[in-house]
Structure formats: structure tokens, C-alpha cells
């Protein structure tokens, strides 16, 4: 659970923090996260794991509006005090998880300005789109590619777009990224990537958060489906973090208070 944040940083300026939820009860995908978590000189990464009773892998629609169930209780109805002490509040599920639309409505910060709440699908997109001009999506369980389709659709504003040429399936789920051998992973990774280059993808959605060591198998991939320059890789958790991180900073410049962040 989120320790209680200060309220100052070490040069006696406001600290800021993102609370980053992992709706599912896998403490392992919990840590995976926490490793990759950006530097910035004035704002504080927190992590939340979902209970016991939230699904262990997020593997299909049910287990999204489970989850979000289970959070939301936990979170909002026993006014769990970690709500109340961050500045922005971060999905860290890939998918158009219902928890974000309903924190989002609800969410104001300590300081009483809007919170920022996103998911990792919103920030993958938004980040893809400044790296090239098409992006594919490399997922767990076939039962999630419409759902993630719906969620692009919603960012992008269309279901149609030339920029995004679709979302394939490697067939492994959430937490068997963590818990099967790599020899068995690896594989099946690689050749959704190659299938992605093929139908035009530039860039590349590491579309869970359980892919975080993926990058340069997925670039492997990509070349050997005859991509000459090196092909960007979207880590959906770290562009969530830093996209928020980087939003309360520019909020917080809005009143006044400079902040200068600094990526990792």
C-alpha cells in the first residue's frame, strides 16, 4: 500500500505524486512496474496492488469490470486515505478499463485542482503518435483485443484510423508473462511484432503492463521482418508515468511554481 507522501521535496518546494493502481491482485506485476518508475526531481511514484479478490491477470472484460470493482471499493467507498494524497492517478491496465472513466469524474487533488487520471492504453497511444506514422499493439488474450480496439478508437476518435493498423494477440496471458519460462514467451512475442511490420507498423505498443523486458526482442523481431531503421518500442507503463508526471509539473508551472522535470 501507498505510504503517506511529504508534502515538500528537499528544497522546500511542493512534492507532487502519481498514484499508479494496478487493478490486479499480482504483486509481481506490481514490482515490475515500481522498476521502471522515471525520475523527477519533484514528484513521487506510488504503487498500488489491487486485494486478493481482484483477478490475479486481467484477461478478458469481466475480469476488467471485476477488478474495478474490487478497487473502487477498496479505494473509494472505505476512503482509503492514498486517494486523498496524490496528484494524479494512473490505470495500469491496457485496455479501456472502466476504472478510469469513473475515477475521472470523480478526482480532484489535495490542493483542490482537477486531477489528471489516465490509463496505459491512453498514454501508449498519445505516445506512438509522435514517434511515427502508423502503431500496432501487441497484446496478451485474443478476449481483450476488441476491448483494447474500443479504447484506441476512443483516443484516436475514430474506429478507422491510417495511423493505426490494429492489435494482434500473442496468446499468453498477464500473469504468465511473470511466470512462464522466456523460452516459451519470447516466441510468440516476437512473432506478433514481425506480424505488426508487416501490415505497416512503425511503432510498436507493448500492450501490458507484464511485457516491461520485451523492448529488444520485440526490435529483433522487428528487423527481422525487413524494417531497415530500428523500430520504436512503447512501454505503455512508462509513458503513462511520464506523461502525468510531466502534466501536474506543467500545472503546477501554470501557478506560478517552477518545476524542471527530469526524464530517466
Known amino acids: 500500500m501507498p505510504l503517506p507522501r511529504s508534502t515538500l521535496d528537499e528544497g522546500g518546494m511542493e512534492e507532487l505524486t502519481v498514484l499508479v493502481i494496478n487493478p490486479n491482485s499480482s504483486k509481481l506485476m506490481t514490482d515490475s512496474m515500481l522498476e521502471r518508475a522515471p525520475y523527477y526531481p519533484a ?13 490475479e491477470s486481467i484477461n478478458n472484460v469481466a475480469d476488467e469490470q471485476l477488478s474495478a470493482d474490487v ?3 477498496h479505494l473509494v467507498e472505505k476512503d482509503n486515505p492514498c486517494l486523498h494524497t496524490c496528484d494524479a492517478i494512473l490505470i495500469a491496465c ?12 470523480r478526482e480532484r487533488s489535495p490542493q483542490g485542482r482537477a486531477r489528471p487520471v489516465m490509463n496505459i492504453l491512453e498514454a501508449a497511444v498519445i505516445q506512438s503518435l509522435t514517434f511515427g506514422v ?4 501487441i497484446t496478451t488474450t485474443e478476449d481483450l483485443v476488441p476491448d483494447i480496439e474500443m479504447g484506441i478508437a476512443s483516443v484516436l476518435g475514430s474506429a478507422k484510423s491510417s495511423r493505426y493498423v490494429g492489435t494482434r494477440a500473442c496468446g499468453i496471458t498477464a500473469i504468465q508473462l511473470k511466470t512462464l519460462p522466456k523460452a516459451d514467451i ?14 505497416g507498423a512503425q511503432v510498436l505498443v507493448l500492450g501490458c503492463s507484464g511485457m516491461d523486458d520485451m523492448t529488444e526482442k520485440v526490435q529483433y523481431a522487428a ?17 503513462g508515468m511520464n506523461l502525468l508526471a510531466s502534466t501536474i509539473l506543467q500545472s503546477l508551472q501554470a ?3 517552477p518545476k524542471v522535470p527530469r526524464f530517466a
Not at 514528484?43 to 483477478?55: M, Q
Not at 516466441?187 to 505488426?196: D, F, G, W
Open 186 to 199: 519470447t516466441p510468440k512475442v516476437q512473432r506478433v511484432a514481425q506480424e505488426l511490420v508487416e501490415d
Open 43 to 55: 514528484v513521487d511514484f506510488r504503487f498500488y496492488t489491487a486485494p486478493s479478490d481482484a483477478p
Open 255 to 257: 501557478e506560478g511554481v
Open 71 to 73: 478497487v473502487w471499493n
Open 94 to 105: 491496457f485496455s479501456d478499463h472502466p476504472l478510469t472513466s469513473v475515477l475521472r469524474r
Open 223 to 239: 528487423i527481422k521482418a525487413g524494417m531497415r531503421e530500428k523500430v520504436y518500442v512503447v512501454d505503455s507503463v512508462k509513458a
Open 134 to 137: 502508423s502503431f500496432g499493439v
